[in-house]
């Protein structure tokens, strides 16, 4: 298997995961579900940064991610 498949194929894995996991945290702040959004947050962060580590996607659509996301759950927080 030539290396730009193989690197293929675990990108495409990755941010497919990433995609995932983002899908989840919005789910679960239109849910209200402010638990289950921190929770959830807590585990796409490490696996952006890797992503981002590994050069799977680029370290500023890493940070627009996070921030977004941060922002979204901590927006839950201050409604309450």
Known sequence: MRQNETRRLRNR???TS??????KVREAAQEKNEAKAKEV???VIPLVDKAASQGVIHWRNRS???????KLV???????
């Open 13 to 15: 894995h990755v941010k």
């Open 18 to 23: 990433i995609k995932t996991m983002v899908k």
């Open 41 to 43: 947050l807590a585990r």
């Open 64 to 70: 627009r991610k996070i921030s977004r996301l941060t």
């Open 74 to 80: 901590n927006a839950m927080g201050a409604k309450n």
